[in-house]
C-alpha cells in the first residue's frame, strides 16, 4: 500500500472517465455505473461499512482507512445540529475530476 508507483494515477483515471463518457455518450454515466454497484463485503470500504453498527461509525472507519482505497480522496463529516455532512474532495491530479467520478462515488 505504500508503494504508489503500483496505483493507477488519479489523471489516468480522470481520461478513462472522460474517455467512457466520450463513447458511451451517455451525460449520466457515473450514476447509472453506480445503480448496478451492490454492497458486498468484499472490498475494505464495503466490509468497513457493513460490519459497522451505524452508518456514522462505518463512514468514521473509512475515513480512518481511506488511503487504502486512494490517496486522492479526503473524506470526512461535519456535524451540522441534527444533521451530518458527509464531504468528499478529491485532492490529486492536474486534471480536475468528471462529475461521473463524483456521482459514482
Known sequence: FADNEGRVPSDRLTLLWMEAER????????????????PRAVTVV???LM???T???GLERVIRYRHLMSQAIEISLVDRGDLCEVRYDLVAGDLPHTRHQVEYM
Do not use: F, M
Not at 24 to 32: A, K, R, Y
Open 55 to 57: 452508518a456514522r461509525a
Open 46 to 48: 464495503s466490509y468497513l
Open 51 to 53: 460490519s459497522s453498527p
Open 23 to 38: 463513447r458511451s455518450n451517455d451525460p449520466h454515466l457515473g450514476l447509472h455505473i453506480g445503480e448496478h454497484v451492490r
